[in-house]
């Protein structure tokens, strides 16, 4: 079993910065891709970020030039360093990561417990 601590999240004034940190541990074999979903009230999931074991990454639209991710592959972390942020970037932001466990066959997608990120005006 494979779970996905997250932390960092919190209230924060538009213009504010925050930065989520996502950890993954358990019977680990590989991680591939780790990135953050985010979902607000009334809306649909969304993509925010996602980024590769080679570094590559992809990023929604609306956050492109404000939300930098990073990972460190010894350590099977994600980070998401947000700034500018608007009051529309509210939403539980969810942190995932796909990759193999000990002993089982094929790739699985493990998913965190959510993290609820709140911009006020």
């Known amino acids: 079993q494979v779970h996905l601590v997250e932390s960092g999240g919190g209230l924060v004034q538009a213009g504010g910065s925050l930065r989520l940190s996502c950890a993954a541990s358990?019977?680990?074999?590989?991680?591939?891709?780790m990135g953050w979903y985010r979902q607000a009230p009334g809306k649909q999931r969304e993509l925010v970020a996602r980024?590769?074991?080679?570094?590559?990454?992809n990023y929604l639209d609306s956050v492109k030039g404000r939300f930098t991710i990073s990972r460190d592959n010894a350590k099977n972390t994600v980070f998401l360093q947000m700034n500018s942020l608007k009051p529309e970037d509210t939403a539980v932001y969810y942190c995932?990561?796909?990759?193999?466990?000990?002993?089982?066959?094929?790739?699985?997608?493990?998913w965190g417990q959510g993290t609820q990120v709140t911009v006020s005006s």
């Open positions: 980024i590769t074991s080679g570094g590559i990454t």
């Open positions: 358990g019977s680990i074999a590989s991680i591939n891709v």
């Open positions: 995932t990561a796909e990759g193999r466990s000990v002993g089982v066959v094929g790739v699985e997608y493990f």
